[in-house]
């Protein structure tokens, strides 16, 4: 008969693969999101009679589990947005009406549901009061009874697109799997998201029972974002790398897998904008396949080596950005020759160090300098005062600090989000 794995949310299958891995969803999970549970296929009583066996009872229970809130940001960064659904959706509907068109048989010829009205069909009750009970098949209405609650929207469950596997169901959760999961497996995770209600079900992925079996070697399944997934950021100095790092480790960890850095302990190849940009050039040269994401300063000097860098017309796998303007920032003390004002330093003074928390009680309120006026951008530049001391408060501070404590993340948060959303515009 074989054994099956399936990636499922409660209790309704997403994807399917009999005797092989199929699509690897390990980039779904994060290390932690390992546990072991009773798997159906697996002879639990050998075991209570050859106990010196039970080491391997524990591979075969083996699965991953995470919330699909939080396999949502892991979603969005790949790509996997609801615009994307929609249009894998409208692709599926569009090749259904072709194939309709040949049919001869009138009743073949479905209007069928929109995309809003698919999610409203997908998302109408809760996963988690849905029946998984399996209906025996000699039970008369079996079909109604699988159906369950269900059976009252049949006349919108025929307006979607029809599969080799609509027809086969035994229980609630297994109608909604056969009827309505015809996108990808990513899609229908977005589809689910839109009710509320869903948000704590669990994501699995029971792989043990495979392995159990002999058809998969344990080394495939493996949790984290796979390389090609992964992120570089360049960004124009080691305290930029540093900090960006770490608020992504503390404050964003279900997506901090996906980002790797340029020597963030180490020694800095770039030290500036010029030469930053000058490493994107080398990168184009040689056609590099990685996704790379440049990451400069939101001040004057940042806003030129960005728009140099710009003019390169960048592929599709490399993007550029410039830390996020920000509320904050439009009324900040500023000092100029003509002394003490309020300015706007988004473009213009904007540097790592501005998303820290400012408050440090052995310092004046913080005030940036104007030093220098860029020609090409018609703007001056100007540098925080004591901004070292800024970076070091923040490297002083626990995890558990940053996290939960007195620490202003507000802005390292906008910070990471536009770092996240450029992240996924970017073509692996």
Same mark, same amino acid.
């Given at each position: 008969?074989?054994?099956?794995?399936?990636?499922?949310?409660?209790?309704?299958?997403?994807?399917?693969?009999?005797? @092989?891995?199929?699509?690897?969803?390990?980039?779904?999970?994060?290390?932690?999101?390992?546990?072991?549970?009773?798997?159906?296929?697996?002879?639990?009583? =050998?075991?209570?009679?050859?106990?010196?066996?039970?080491?391997?009872?524990?591979?075969?229970?083996?699965?991953?589990?995470? +919330? !699909?809130?939080?396999?949502?940001?892991?979603?969005?960064?790949?790509?996997?947005?609801?615009?994307?659904?929609?249009?894998?959706?409208?692709?599926?509907?569009?090749?259904?009406?072709? *194939?309709? =068109?040949?049919?001869?048989?009138?009743?073949?010829?479905?209007?069928?549901?929109?995309?809003?009205?698919?999610?409203?069909?997908?998302?109408?009750?809760? !996963?988690?009061? *849905?029946?998984?009970?399996?209906?025996?098949?000699?039970?008369?209405?079996?079909?109604?009874?699988?159906?369950?609650?269900?059976?009252?929207?049949?006349?919108?469950?025929?307006?979607?697109?029809?599969?080799?596997?609509?027809?086969?169901?035994?229980?609630?959760?297994?109608? *909604?799997?056969?009827?309505?999961?015809?996108?990808?497996?990513? =899609?229908?995770?977005?589809?689910?998201?839109?009710?509320?209600?869903?948000?704590?079900?669990?994501?699995?992925?029971?792989?043990?029972?495979?392995?159990?079996?002999?058809?998969?070697?344990?080394?495939?399944?493996?949790?984290?974002?796979?390389?090609?997934?992964?992120?570089?950021?360049?960004?124009?100095?080691?305290?930029?790398?540093?900090?960006?790092?770490?608020?992504?480790?503390?404050?964003?960890?279900?997506?901090?897998?996906?980002?790797?850095?340029?020597?963030?302990?180490?020694? @800095?190849?770039?030290?500036?904008?010029?030469?930053?940009?000058?490493?994107?050039?080398?990168?184009?040269?040689?056609?590099?396949?990685?996704?790379?994401?440049?990451?400069?300063?939101?001040?004057?000097?940042?806003?030129?080596?960005?728009? $140099?860098?710009?003019?390169?017309?960048?592929?599709?796998?490399?993007?550029?950005?410039?830390?996020?303007?920000?509320?904050?920032?439009?009324?900040?003390?500023?000092?100029?020759?003509?002394?003490?004002?309020?300015?706007?330093?988004?473009?213009?003074?904007?540097?790592?160090?501005?998303?820290?928390?400012?408050? !440090?009680?052995?310092?004046?309120?913080?005030?940036? +300098?104007?030093?220098?006026?860029? $020609?090409?951008?018609?703007?001056? @530049?100007?540098?925080?005062?004591?901004?070292?001391?800024?970076?070091? @408060?923040?490297?002083?501070?626990?995890?558990?600090?940053?996290?939960?404590?007195?620490?202003?993340?507000?802005?390292?948060?906008?910070?990471?989000?536009? !770092?996240?959303?450029?992240?996924?515009?970017?073509?692996?």
């Amino acid at each position: 008969m074989g054994t099956s794995i399936e990636l499922c949310i409660g209790n309704v299958s997403l994807s399917y693969s009999k005797n @092989h891995m199929g699509i690897d969803y390990g980039f779904l999970f994060q290390e932690g999101d390992l546990f072991g549970r009773n798997m159906d296929p697996i002879a639990y009583g =050998s075991y209570e009679e050859h106990p010196e066996e039970m080491g391997e009872l524990d591979e075969a229970e083996e699965l991953f589990a995470r +919330t !699909l809130s939080r396999i949502l940001p892991r979603l969005e960064i790949l790509g996997f947005t609801l615009e994307a659904a929609r249009a894998e959706y409208q692709a599926v509907v569009a090749e259904a009406v072709e *194939l309709d =068109s040949y049919s001869e048989l009138e009743e073949k010829k479905y209007e069928y549901l929109s995309f809003e009205e698919f999610c409203n069909l997908v998302c109408r009750y809760p !996963l988690s009061d *849905l029946k998984s009970g399996y209906i025996e098949y000699e039970t008369p209405d079996r079909d109604m009874l699988s159906q369950g609650r269900f059976a009252a929207d049949i006349d919108e469950f025929d307006r979607i697109p029809w599969t080799d596997n609509s027809d086969s169901y035994w229980s609630e959760t297994s109608f *909604l799997s056969a009827r309505v999961c015809i996108l990808s497996a990513e =899609s229908m995770l977005r589809v689910f998201a839109l009710n509320a209600a869903n948000a704590e079900v669990e994501v699995t992925w029971a792989f043990g029972s495979i392995v159990y079996a002999g058809w998969v070697q344990r080394e495939a399944f493996l949790p984290g974002a796979r390389q090609k997934q992964k992120v570089l950021i360049a960004t124009e100095g080691v305290s930029d790398a540093r900090i960006i790092r770490r608020s992504l480790d503390i404050l964003r960890p279900d997506v901090a897998d996906f980002f790797n850095f340029v020597d963030v302990n180490e020694r @800095h190849h770039f030290w500036g904008t010029g030469n930053l940009v000058k490493f994107a050039e080398g990168l184009l040269r040689i056609d590099v396949l990685n996704q790379v994401l440049f990451v400069f300063d939101n001040d004057a000097e940042g806003v030129d080596a960005y728009r $140099k860098l710009e003019k390169l017309t960048l592929p599709g796998n490399m993007r550029a950005m410039l830390l996020p303007d920000l509320e904050d920032f439009r009324e900040f003390a500023t000092l100029g020759p003509e002394g003490v004002s309020v300015s706007d330093i988004n473009g213009r003074a904007a540097a790592i160090e501005c998303y820290l928390d400012l408050r !440090l009680d052995q310092y004046p309120p913080p005030q940036v +300098t104007w030093s220098n006026f860029k $020609k090409d951008i018609g703007a001056w @530049h100007g540098v925080l005062d004591y901004k070292d001391s800024y970076s070091k @408060h923040f490297y002083d501070q626990s995890d558990d600090l940053l996290r939960n404590g007195s620490y202003d993340v507000s802005k390292l948060l906008k910070l990471n989000d536009a !770092l996240i959303k450029q992240a996924g515009l970017l073509t692996p």
